[in-house]
């Protein structure tokens, strides 16, 4: 595409100073919040400049903003409710553990909701908006990041990944000990025995972990919510400023839509890109026309950007065409880009590829989590222009490419 270095350098300025705008005008973006619907708004109304109001839309749906991380409550108390419980009848504290544990399962490992119908609710939204072909729509390709914000990780923010990690796998492991412990009680002296020798001490042993499940209760502090300039704003005005380079160049394509989808509570166990998926059943998947989603997640560390082929804990696959085609155009700017997995957590391309649609998600953020993520320390004066940079080339690219000639056959 004839995009000259000045568009594109001129794209990236834009996108910083976006991300400055929104986090000092509207604050913090919490699911479900007015200032995450401020966000939304404002945002579509930078689209509108380019492709106009009448190409863009808003969708709202309600949210639980809460309800996501609200399984970190139920392994806590639950966990120590079965440890006391377990001295009196072993049976019934596996029924506390068994508590402790489905709500995870279903919020954090499948991000279904579950315990949403418990927690408050808000109002959140999607918005849409397309850069029209000259002719006839064949192909479409959609680029997607998510407005709002998350809760702070209270460990992270004051001890960092090291505190951080051992705070979750020592709740794993005291988990797992206790639930072993209770199943051994159970099997060796009945269901309503009562612990003696070797499994009461035991028993006892198990309150050595009480202080971390205590800590694993304040996981999220809900009283302070982080800027989110690389979480996942970058995203979004990566999204945007795509479709303003195309049209400050005067470039329009012949018969391919560019779209912004700009999704509401992600933070939120990807609400909003599941809402998308479940108010609009038949967008991507008309007969006819091509499809393919962009998301993007964290364009912050350009040494570790990747290309997910595998999402939501490593069980969901995203398409392999679109991931190859993010290859392709990687490649093309010098860039030999892997791929990777999301082990623990998901993006909202997950959303979209669970719902037969096709999808990727381009990354860039250290696995070994830094301390500027899901914490006051992600803000607009820790961005990465070199980083953004590269992306929008390879966006750029992407675009040019699918135009062409669609998905890559191999």
Same mark, same amino acid.
């Given at each position: ?54 190409? /863009? ?28 419980? &377990?001295?009196?009848? !072993? ?19 499948? &991000? ?8 408050? @609710?808000? *109002? ?14 064949? +192909? ?20 960092? @990944? ?14 797992? @000990? ?7 009680? $159970?099997?060796?002296?009945? !269901? ?26 304040? =996981?999220?502090?809900?009283? /302070?919510? *982080? ?6 704003? /970058? ?20 018969? /391919? ?16 890109? +599941? ?17 393919? =989603?962009? $998301?993007?997640? $964290? ?24 991931? +190859? ?17 999301? =082990? ?13 649609? +096709? ?20 803000? &607009? ?13 390879? $966006? ?15």
């Amino acid at each position: 595409m004839n995009i000259s270095k000045e568009k594109k350098d001129e794209a990236v300025e834009y996108i910083q100073s976006e991300i400055k705008t929104i986090i000092e005008s509207y604050g913090p973006r919490v699911p479900g919040s007015k200032n995450e619907n401020d966000a939304l708004n404002h945002m579509r109304e930078e689209l509108a400049k380019n492709v106009g109001i009448d190409n /863009t839309i808003k969708q709202n749906f309600s949210v639980a903003p809460r309800a996501f991380f609200g399984w970190t409550y139920f392994v806590s108390i639950f966990t120590i409710l079965g440890n006391a419980i &377990y001295f009196m009848t !072993p049976v019934f504290s596996i029924l506390c553990y068994i508590i402790a544990f489905v709500p995870m399962l279903f919020e954090f490992v499948f &991000y279904k909701p579950f315990i949403d119908s418990l927690f408050e @609710y808000g *109002v959140s939204g999607n918005v849409l908006a397309t850069y029209k072909p000259k002719g006839e729509t064949k +192909k479409r390709i959609v680029l997607n990041g998510h407005s709002d914000a998350v809760y702070e990780w209270h460990w992270h923010h004051v001890g960092g @990944y090291p505190l951080f990690l051992t705070s979750i796998i020592t709740v794993l492991v005291g988990f797992i @000990y206790s639930l072993v412990t209770s199943l051994l009680a $159970t099997f060796l002296q009945g !269901p309503l025995g009562t612990p003696e020798g070797w499994l009461l001490y035991m028993g006892i042993a198990a309150f050595v972990f009480t202080p971390f499940y205590i800590m694993f209760l304040w =996981f999220c502090d809900y009283k /302070t919510v *982080v800027p989110g300039a690389n979480d996942n704003l /970058t995203a979004c005005e990566m999204s945007i400023a795509a479709i303003k380079v195309l049209k400050e160049s005067g470039i329009e394509l012949e018969n /391919t839509e560019v779209v912004a989808l700009i999704t509401g509570s992600e933070e939120a166990g990807l609400r909003g890109a +599941k809402e998308f998926c479940k108010a609009n059943p038949t967008y991507g998947k008309e007969e006819g026309i091509e499809t393919i =989603f962009i $998301t993007y997640e $964290t364009l912050r560390e350009i040494e570790h950007l990747v290309i997910y082929n595998r999402d939501m804990n490593g069980i969901t696959k995203n398409d392999a065409k679109v991931c +190859k085609l993010a290859k392709n155009a990687a490649q093309k700017n010098g860039v030999n880009l892997k791929y990777g997995s999301v =082990f623990a957590g998901a993006t909202d391309a997950a959303a979209f590829s669970q719902s037969g649609r +096709k999808a990727t998600c381009l990354a860039a953020m250290n696995p070994n989590v830094q301390k500027y993520y899901h914490t006051r320390e992600d803000n &607009y004066d820790n961005l990465s222009p070199a980083c953004l940079s590269k992306v929008l080339d390879i $966006t750029i690219d992407m675009i040019e490419e699918f135009d062409k000639n669609g998905l890559p056959n191999d």
